[in-house]
């Protein structure tokens, strides 16, 4: 999503990082399943003490561009391909307040009205205070 319209005729924009009216979420019976992104890790570190790093990498993402990456991009690729199968997105609307919710993993969004007029700084960061 780039760009979605709320029914008050604002314009909610997805084109950059750190936005503070979007948050991501992971549907509670997903959460077993995007856990065991540290089992993942846990075999990648094994590959590594047993030498089998470079064919580990290649089983793992079907490609050999890994190779040559740090094991902490790995890692982290590991996280996000968990992160973009699992979470899903949402937003709130910056003149009315209404929360979009992503339908499943289409490009579809619910949306719900508030109910007090508290909703300004939802999404915003914890590290953000
Ligand atoms: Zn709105």
New binding site residues.
């Given amino acids: 999503m780039s760009k979605l319209g709320?029914?008050?005729?604002?314009l909610?924009v997805d084109q950059t990082d750190n936005i503070i009216y979007k948050a991501h979420f992971v549907r509670d019976q997903d959460k077993e399943a995007i856990d065991t992104q540290t089992e993942d890790i846990e075999a990648f570190i094994e590959a590594i003490r047993k030498g089998e790093r470079d064919n580990w990498l290649n089983n793992y993402f079907g490609s050999d561009i890994y190779k040559t990456l740090p094991n902490s991009s790995v890692v982290n690729d590991i996280i996000c391909r968990y992160n973009v199968k699992f979470e899903s997105e949402m937003f709130v609307?910056?003149?009315?307040?209404?929360i979009k919710i992503q339908k499943g993993n289409e490009n579809k969004f619910v949306?719900f009205q508030p109910e007090d007029n508290q909703w300004s700084d939802i999404f915003k960061g914890l590290t953000k205070q």
């Fill in positions: 709320c029914v008050c005729g604002h909610i609307c910056e003149k009315c307040g209404r949306s």
